[in-house]
């Protein structure tokens, strides 16, 4: 193959070697550097100690005549034949004590400066090396010796060189192979050659490349290991759930089983669905405020609605326009749209949706000019007051009583300092702090486990988290009432990574999986609540740790392995 690989620089030989091989005659001799401690044909520990003791023998011998002689006046330059012995023995001892610790030194430096100017002479546009004709290796300036895996076949190596060189671009690799296996791991191994940096650890093998191509990731070198966890059972509405996370936090299972615990042997939470409507907002623009208020005027009108209606249903058989909703920026007009999705998440769905009521809308204002599909007052993937507020997905409320012999024994707390820590921590604190629907201890941490586990988009973790947690003293103060409202839960069990194996697998485990023929929206309805019970087990069992004192004990005893990973993954 035409890379070459830049070849390991022999070793130095060191003055033992040197000193062992004195003597071997040959070409061998005369190729390795001559060394201060080929003076004596001794081991070069006892050479050393020679001209040690030599050296400082002979100095502390002429200092101290020198200093006899000043203090007889007698002149310097008049020595005796000891001195003179002594003086050649001390230059003597110097020169081989330079040689030894200098010399050997200064030749390594210069040869690592030789070779560093080499390699400043390389061909930039070249990714691989090259070999001059005067035979010195040189390199582009890479960070790190290029990965060189063995291929499958020429006809692979061809193809790694042209993606590296340039020639076939690195995402047309599935549509000219046919293969979305082998272009992934032809395009892995043009990546480590182009970077100089190796993928070894990132798994390849044992994952279904065609389920993802068009839907869910681009140009794949590989996946990543997410450990998964169960809890449960959850007892949800008179049901039992095991619940799968995802996560690498050691004791967020743990915990929030804990609190699974508790709320089973206190007979269970219940939830309710408040609303259901994932939203869609473009941004319109006209030359004046008033030609935008008379459009607001227009879609906020009830006898507009139904032929809004029918136009927007035209997208698909599940969506269903509920609302739609204006705020009004000089000339510019924000219209959120609310629809149900059945048991899509329904992001695209929605936007279909809203793109042909634009299209409608365009013949009544030809002087509309649409900005952005999005125009943020949806608002997807960001903390927004009109997500708290008015809601996008899923929103839900889920409680529980928890009783007090619950708490005491199954939480190590007591019912007053569970209600005194969450009014200080999650509502005081929160307030304090300015949070934007984060009233609570870790939800977020739970969203996110079960997203993952579930094939949901994680990065709507961020509105979906949003979550207050509400706790009450009950019963004469004896139990506990905890809730969490949570206003933004946007899944769904279609689609996007829904449909991958392990994802799949996981919703199969809750019941939840694909569409419900029957009461098409139920199960990604059911999957929403599924999220706001784990997340009131999560919060239950957080807070009672933090209250009992526990939080950093248990997180130093189940987050900390005293396992050497290292060393297992070497072997």
Same mark, same amino acid.
């Given at each position: 193959?035409?890379?070459?690989?830049?070849?390991?620089?022999?070793?130095?030989?060191?003055?033992?070697?040197?000193?062992?091989?004195?003597?071997?005659?040959?070409?061998?001799?005369?190729?390795?550097?001559? +060394?201060?401690?080929?003076?004596?044909?001794?081991?070069?520990?006892?050479?050393?100690?020679?001209? &040690?003791?030599? &050296?400082?023998?002979?100095?502390?011998?002429?200092?101290?005549?020198?200093?006899?002689? #000043?203090?007889?006046?007698?002149?310097?330059?008049?020595?005796?034949?000891?001195?003179?012995?002594?003086?050649? %023995?001390?230059?003597?001892?110097?020169?081989?004590?330079?040689?030894?610790?200098?010399?050997?030194?200064?030749?390594?430096?210069?040869?690592?400066?030789?070779? $560093?100017?080499?390699?400043?002479?390389?061909? @930039?546009?070249?990714?691989?090396?090259?070999?001059?004709?005067?035979?010195?290796?040189?390199? /582009?300036?890479?960070?790190?010796?290029?990965?060189?895996?063995?291929?499958?076949?020429?006809?692979?190596?061809?193809?790694?060189?042209?993606?590296?060189?340039?020639?076939?671009?690195?995402?047309?690799?599935?549509? +000219?192979?046919?293969? /979305?296996?082998?272009?992934?791991? #032809?395009?892995?191994?043009?990546?480590?050659?182009?970077?100089?940096? %190796?993928?070894?650890?990132?798994?390849?093998?044992?994952?279904?490349?065609?389920?993802?191509?068009?839907?869910?990731?681009?140009?794949?070198?590989?996946?990543?290991?997410i450990p998964v966890g169960v809890v449960g059972p959850l007892?949800?509405?008179?049901?039992?759930?095991s619940v799968p996370m995802a996560t690498t936090e050691g004791?967020?299972?743990?915990?929030?089983?804990?609190? /699974?615990?508790?709320?089973?042997?206190?007979?269970?939470?219940?939830?309710?669905?408040?609303?259901?409507?994932?939203?869609?907002?473009?941004?319109?623009?006209?030359?004046?405020?008033?030609?935008?208020?008379?459009?607001?005027?227009?879609?906020?009108?009830?006898d507009n609605f139904d032929t809004l209606t029918v136009v927007?249903?035209?997208? %698909?058989?599940?969506?269903?326009?509920?609302?739609?909703?204006?705020?009004?920026?000089?000339?510019?007009?924000? =219209?959120?749209?609310?629809?149900?999705?059945?048991?899509?998440?329904?992001?695209?769905?929605?936007?279909?949706?809203?793109?042909?009521?634009? @299209?409608?809308?365009?013949?009544?204002?030809? $002087?509309? @000019?649409?900005?952005?599909?999005?125009?943020?007052? /949806?608002?997807? +993937?960001?903390?927004?007051?009109?997500?708290?507020?008015?809601?996008?997905?899923?929103? =839900?409320?889920?409680?529980?009583?928890?009783?007090?012999?619950?708490?005491?024994?199954?939480?190590?707390?007591?019912?007053?300092?569970?209600?005194?820590?969450?009014?200080?921590?999650?509502?005081?604190?929160?307030?304090?702090?300015?949070?934007?629907?984060?009233?609570?201890?870790?939800?977020?941490? #739970?969203?996110?486990?079960?997203?993952?586990?579930?094939?949901? @988009?994680?990065?709507?973790?961020?509105?979906?988290?949003?979550?207050?947690?509400?706790?009450?003293?009950?019963?004469?103060?004896?139990?506990?009432?905890?809730?969490?409202?949570?206003?933004?839960?946007?899944?769904?069990?279609?689609?996007?990574?829904?449909?991958?194996?392990?994802?799949?697998?996981?919703?199969?485990?809750?019941?939840?999986?694909?569409?419900?023929?029957?009461?098409?929206?139920?199960?990604?309805?059911?999957?929403?609540?599924?999220?706001?019970?784990?997340?009131?087990?999560?919060?239950?069992?957080?807070?009672?740790?933090?209250?009992?004192?526990?939080?950093?004990?248990?997180?130093?005893?189940?987050?900390?392995?005293?396992?050497?990973?290292?060393?297992?993954?070497?072997?």
């Amino acid at each position: 193959m035409d890379s070459r690989r830049r070849l390991p620089k022999p070793p130095r030989p060191s003055v033992a070697d040197t000193h062992r091989n004195r003597g071997g005659g040959g070409a061998d001799e005369g190729a390795l550097d001559p +060394k201060a401690s080929d003076a004596l044909p001794l081991p070069l520990y006892l050479t050393n100690a020679v001209f &040690f003791t030599l &050296f400082f023998s002979v100095a502390y011998y002429l200092l101290h005549r020198w200093r006899d002689k #000043i203090r007889n006046s007698t002149p310097l330059h008049v020595v005796t034949l000891s001195e003179i012995a002594a003086i050649v %023995s001390l230059i003597a001892s110097f020169i081989y004590l330079l040689g030894f610790f200098g010399i050997d030194f200064v030749q390594s430096f210069i040869s690592r400066a030789s070779n $560093d100017a080499w390699d400043l002479d390389g061909d @930039d546009t070249d990714p691989n090396y090259l070999m001059k004709e005067d035979h010195r290796l040189v390199t /582009c300036p890479l960070p790190k010796i290029p990965v060189i895996s063995p291929l499958a076949s020429e006809e692979d190596e061809e193809i790694v060189k042209s993606v590296v060189s340039g020639a076939i671009p690195s995402y047309s690799l599935e549509s +000219k192979l046919g293969d /979305c296996k082998r272009a992934a791991f #032809i395009r892995r191994e043009a990546l480590q050659r182009m970077t100089g940096r %190796s993928l070894e650890g990132l798994p390849l093998e044992g994952f279904d490349y065609e389920s993802i191509l068009g839907q869910c990731c681009e140009m794949p070198v590989g996946y990543v290991q997410i450990p998964v966890g169960v809890v449960g059972p959850l007892l949800l509405d008179g049901f039992e759930y095991s619940v799968p996370m995802a996560t690498t936090e050691g004791t967020l299972v743990a915990s929030t089983n804990r609190g /699974c615990k508790a709320i089973y042997a206190s007979g269970g939470a219940t939830s309710m669905l408040l609303r259901d409507g994932m939203t869609r907002a473009p941004v319109v623009r006209f030359s004046t405020a008033k030609r935008a208020s008379e459009l607001k005027f227009f879609l906020e009108n009830p006898d507009n609605f139904d032929t809004l209606t029918v136009v927007f249903n035209r997208s %698909s058989r599940f969506a269903r326009l509920q609302s739609i909703q204006c705020s009004l920026a000089g000339k510019n007009l924000y =219209v959120r749209f609310s629809c149900t999705t059945g048991d899509a998440m329904g992001m695209n769905m929605v936007s279909k949706g809203v793109q042909n009521v634009l @299209d409608f809308l365009q013949a009544d204002f030809p $002087d509309m @000019d649409v900005i952005g599909i999005s125009g943020n007052f /949806c608002s997807d +993937k960001k903390p927004a007051a009109v997500n708290w507020i008015e809601g996008r997905g899923k929103s =839900v409320v889920c409680e529980a009583i928890i009783k007090e012999e619950v708490v005491k024994v199954v939480l190590k707390t007591s019912v007053a300092s569970l209600v005194e820590l969450n009014m200080l921590k999650n509502l005081t604190g929160s307030a304090v702090a300015g949070a934007l629907g984060g009233f609570n201890a870790h939800a977020s941490n #739970i969203v996110s486990a079960v997203f993952l586990a579930t094939g949901q @988009d994680p990065a709507q973790n961020v509105e979906s988290s949003h979550c207050i947690t509400m706790m009450e003293a009950v019963n004469d103060g004896k139990d506990l009432h905890v809730s969490v409202t949570m206003p933004c839960i946007e899944v769904g069990t279609v689609g996007g990574g829904t449909q991958l194996a392990s994802q799949s697998a996981c919703l199969n485990l809750l019941g939840v999986k694909g569409a419900n023929k029957e009461s098409p929206g139920s199960n990604s309805r059911l999957l929403a609540t599924v999220v706001a019970g784990s997340v009131l087990a999560g919060e239950l069992s957080l807070m009672s740790a933090i209250s009992a004192g526990q939080l950093v004990k248990s997180h130093m005893k189940y987050n900390r392995s005293s396992r050497d990973m290292s060393a297992v993954a070497s072997s």
